[in-house]
Nanobody
């Protein structure tokens, strides 16, 4: 069983920074993608950023240039450095781990961490 434990959310003023962390444990295939999604009230969950085990990154247009995703493969941990935060970044942020092995897709989610940006 795979578990994802997130940390680092909180309340910050607009223009401030936060760093989210997500540590994965359990039986994890080494070739995988880890990422962050978010859900704001009344909106669907959306991809924020993702990174493959090979280091290829993908960002939502709304966060490019402000957020940076990184990972430590040895620790199965992914980070999201969020700078120049805006009130519209307020959401619950979810960590995700996914991989495909033997033609089966595996998709795991964390419990979520609240990020609130005040104006």
């Amino acid at each position: 069983q795979v578990q994802l434990v997130e940390s680092g959310g909180g309340l910050v003023q607009a223009g401030g920074s936060l760093r989210l962390s997500c540590a994965a444990s359990g039986s994890i295939f080494s070739i995988n993608t880890m990422g962050w999604y978010r859900r704001s009230p009344g909106k669907q969950r959306e991809l924020v950023a993702a990174i493959t085990s090979g280091g290829i990154t993908n960002y939502a247009g709304s966060v490019k240039g402000r957020f940076t995703i990184s990972r430590d493969n040895a620790k199965n941990t992914v980070y999201l450095q969020m700078n120049s935060l805006k009130p519209e970044d307020t959401a619950v942020y979810y960590c995700n781990l996914r991989y495909r092995r033997y033609s089966l897709d595996y998709d795991y989610w964390g419990q979520g961490t609240q990020v609130t940006v005040s104006s």
